[in-house]
Structures are given as structure tokens and as C-alpha cells.
């Protein structure tokens, strides 16, 4: 396995509890819209066996062209060993990267694409946008539902509506009004639906997909093959 050491490059706060770090590309390291990186802290292998107390998985905010790896997390005043740690690391400081993968990148079979996602789960789609924006082949079009209830919505900047793009953004900071909209969306009954969050809200918007005739294959999540079925196993006759 590879383990790339690089640096933070710039450290930007998007909201009072949400920063983004920005680190230095290594050589031949390469991603995809939608992946995600094992992200880990100094120390995590000093021992015998990796620390896993310093090592998190991250969803890549950035598309290769930018040429930095973003990682956008939430850092809350109480918070795990992880967080305290890099809330203090600063640019300059050192931090590695290893296994990549997606599990959601940007599918292109002439559908509407549905993004759901809570709070900073939205990072994990900025990439898909932005792919979408630089090329929207055999993409009908794209529709983003953001549900954080700090009401510090993330990304404005790109996660506006476009008309002329077929993109269309949408935030909400109440889980009534968010489950009524999902609920709404699965009249599509030939969309895709990506779901990024925690697992509980993984598995309720997936009943209420399911619940509006949605397929389990139409439903796209940030989860390695094998723990699909644990998700998208809902018994429609509960």
C-alpha cells in the first residue's frame, strides 16, 4: 500500500464549525469525481500497528484540475482525538493520504440525477457538479437537496441554480421539509438517487425513496459494494 506525505497548502474556514483543507498533490497520485481517501495524521504508524484513532475516511472535495486534495469536515468545540488534532495543524503542517476510491462517481445514462445530502456530506458531490458544469453528456439533468440545520449552508457559490446548466440547488435546515422534497422527487420514477450522510439518514431516505417506487439500483451510495445490501435491503412490506 502507498502512503503519500504532503502538506496543507490552505486551510479555509467555510463556516464557523466547517473548514476545508487543502493539501499539495503528490506525484502519480490520481482520483475521480466522487472518491474518497483514507486521510491520516502524524504518528498514525508510528507503532507496531496503524493508530486507526488517526485516521479518518474522507470524501475528496476537489476534481483533479484544481490541482489541490480538498477535504472538508465538520469541527465541533466537543469533538474525537482525530478532529482536536487537526483543528490545531496548521499550513505547512504534514498529513497522508492512501487507498482511493469512488463509489459515486457521475453516472451518464441520459437520466435526471438526484443529489440528497446532509450538512458536509455535500462536499462529496461538489466534484460530480463541477464535472457536470465542465461536461454534461448523456446527464438529463442535475437536482441538489441539502438538508443542514445549522443553516450555514455550504458551496453557495456552486450549488446555485443554473437554468441554463439544467442544475437546480435546493437547501433546507428542517427534516420535515426535507423529507417531504425527497418524497417529491421519487415521482421520478427513472432517476438516479445519490445519498451522502450519516447511515441513519442514509436508511431513512432510502424507505422513502423505496416507499415512492424507487429501485434499489437507481439508488447510489458512498458505501463499498459489499455493504449495499445492508442499506438497500428495506422490506417494503413493514
Known sequence: ????????????????????YLLDCPEEFTWEEGSHVHFALEGFNAGDKPNKSLVRHMSIATLPRENSIGITTRIREQCSEFKTILRE?????????????????????DKNVYLLSSGVGLATFRPLVL???????????????????????????????????????????????????VKNLGFDKDGLFYVVGSDEFLVQNIEVLREQGIKPEQIMLDKHEQ????FLSFDLSI
Do not use: C
Not at 94 to 102: D, G, M, Q, R, Y
Not at 132 to 144: G, K, L, P
Open 1 to 20: 500500500m502507498q502512503i503519500y506525505w504532503t502538506k496543507i497548502n490552505k486551510i479555509i474556514e467555510e463556516t464557523p464549525e466547517v473548514k476545508t
Open 227 to 230: 455493504q449495499r445490501p445492508e
Open 89 to 109: 495543524l496548521e499550513v505547512g503542517s504534514e498529513v497522508a493520504i492512501f487507498k482511493t476510491h469512488s463509489n459515486v462517481p457521475l453516472k451518464r445514462e
Open 131 to 181: 464535472d457536470y458544469f465542465e461536461r454534461a453528456d448523456n446527464v438529463n439533468q442535475i437536482h441538489s437537496l441539502n438538508i443542514d440545520s445549522s443553516k450555514n449552508f455550504l458551496f453557495t457559490n456552486i450549488f446555485e441554480s443554473a437554468p441554463d446548466k439544467k442544475f437546480t440547488s435546493q437547501f433546507v435546515d428542517n427534516r420535515k421539509d426535507y423529507y417531504e422534497e
